[in-house]
């Protein structure tokens, strides 16, 4: 089993930007799906964006197309969201996730991280 461990989140004020990073051990990712979710208070856990395993195909939230970017290193067994255009409705403690295929659902993801939170302040 994977070990999933995400940093980068903070306090950010509105139209900020924050990096969010996401290092797995145990075991290599490097052929595995990727996934970012968030999960806000009172609400459901949802889905921002998703990575292939070589990163030529990625999906994303509506919510956050155009201003939230991922990516991965598989050399560093690390995925990142870079988010930009930050707003107050982005607050939200931020997980990633190992899945099996470019799905939106929790269902579709295995392994997940402890989370981190982002906090945008308007």
């Known amino acids: 089993q994977v070990r999933l461990v995400e940093s980068g989140g903070g306090l950010v004020q509105a139209g900020g930007s924050l990096r969010l990073s996401c290092v797995a051990s145990?075991?290599?990712?490097?052929?595995?799906?990727m996934g970012w979710f968030r999960q806000a208070p009172g609400k459901e856990r949802e889905f921002v964006a998703t990575?292939?395993?070589?990163?030529?195909?990625?999906n994303y939230a509506d919510s956050v197309k155009g201003r939230f970017t991922i990516s991965r290193d598989n050399v560093k067994n690390t995925v990142y969201l870079q988010m930009n255009s930050l707003k107050a409705d982005d607050t939200a403690v931020y997980y990633c996730?190992?899945?099996?295929?470019?799905?939106?659902?929790?269902?579709?993801?295995?392994?997940w991280g402890q989370g981190t939170q982002v906090t945008v302040s308007s």
């Open positions: 996730a190992r899945g099996r295929g470019l799905g939106a659902t929790t269902k579709e993801y295995e392994d």
């Open positions: 145990g075991r290599s990712i490097s052929m595995s799906v």
């Open positions: 990575i292939s395993w070589s990163g030529g195909a990625t």
